[in-house]
Nanobody, 120 residues
């Protein structure tokens, strides 16, 4: 079974930093395009950042300059470094990725999410 598991969420003060990680497990060959999404209470889910298999990145305007998405292909992980966090960044953060399985199937997989709380 292919899974994505996020980690690194928690409580941070405004202006602080957190690093989220998303690790793929199961019988996979590679992690291809991936992204981080977030959903705050009462709001729609929004795209935060994406990274292609080749490392090209895109960011939501609201996080440009403060968040950095990266990947480690050897470990099949994708990370999100979040700096200068604001209360409006508080949300459940989920990663999603297209995974190539050991049976040569491309699957879109979602993690269950990790909670980020920004509060003093």
């Amino acid at each position: 079974q292919v899974q994505l598991v996020e980690s690194g969420g928690g409580l941070v003060q405004p202006g602080g930093s957190l690093r989220l990680s998303c690790a793929a497990s199961g019988s996979i060959l590679s992690l291809n395009a991936a992204g981080w999404y977030r959903q705050a209470p009462g709001k729609e889910r929004e795209l935060v950042a994406t990274i292609s298999s080749g490392g090209n990145t895109n960011y939501a305007d609201s996080v440009k300059g403060g968040f950095t998405i990266s990947r480690d292909n050897a470990r099949n992980t994708v990370s999100l470094q979040m700096n200068s966090l604001k209360p409006q960044d508080a949300a459940v953060y989920c990663c999603s990725a297209t995974v190539m399985t050991a049976r040569y199937r491309a699957l879109e997989v979602w993690g269950q999410g990790t909670l980020v709380t920004v509060s003093s």
